[in-house]
């Protein structure tokens, strides 16, 4: 493991003991030839996830486990992580599998490939695997979130993105932050590129995530992230005033003859 990687893979997980060895398998096979590491945050797993990410550590000193005693969600175990990252570029997916690790290297490059003053390279899923209820209600949410903030992404869900470890500090933060980076990363000033990912289904378990656990919170979350926006000002530019010259004693005026 390099002391300072380009990029840090963040994978947030919960009982997701049986996708642990694959997915690092596959993270480890999209991103070799790049200086990263990979950072899993255990969000209070119950199961043998913890077993299982000790046993994919053996050989791999760029692989990092952080645990939180008990599940704080998605958000925060992608914020412990990026907050641990050593990388300036950050990716991050699903811990289920259904995210495919080799779209990596290609959010990376479209991300800096635009500059600077791109913030995010976000995924944006095609063939979704999930059952036709959970789309239907994914569909009619990204629809009511772009109408509403105007995000100019179809899919904020997919939890394939790239981002400026920098601008993500910038965010506030709120829990399922994920499911508004385009339009916070945009509020921040910074644009954000996107590329077709391809969905596959879950390797093994069932998902953490019911059907309604987040509808009423999202609709609150929607609210609160398009009065951030409305409350946005242009961030001012200070201009730091120069002191005395560096070889100048403190309070010693500069014409002042200081010889015997």
Known sequence: MSESPHLTVVVPVKN????????????????VGLAFELIYVDDGSTDGTPAALAAARAGRPWLRVLRHA?????????????LAARGGIVATLDGDGQNDPAFIPAL?????????????????RRGRKDGRFKM?????ANGVRGRILNDSTRDTGCGLKV??????????????????????????????????????????????????DRLWVGLLDLAGVWWLIRRKRADPRP???????ADQPAGQPADQDVGC
Do not use: K, W
Not at 198 to 210: A, E, H, I, Q
Not at 239 to 245: F, M, R
């Open 239 to 245: 201009e730091e005033i120069a002191g005395p010259a």
């Open 16 to 31: 997701e003991a049986g996708n642990i060895a694959p997915l690092v398998a596959e993270i480890e096979a999209a991103c």
């Open 163 to 212: 981002f400026r470890r920098a601008v993500y500090l910038r965010l506030p933060y709120f829990d399922a932050l994920h499911r508004f980076m385009p339009a916070l990363v945009a509020r921040e000033g910074f644009s954000v590129v996107h590329r077709d990912v391809v969905d596959r289904p879950r390797l093994t378990g069932v998902s953490n995530y019911g059907l309604f």
């Open 136 to 140: 239907l209600q994914s569909r009619i």
């Open 108 to 124: 990376l490059a479209a991300l800096e490939a635009a500059g600077p003053a791109a913030g995010l390279a976000q995924g944006q």
């Open 70 to 82: 008990r599940g704080g969600g998605q958000s925060a175990a992608v914020r412990s992580g990026v």
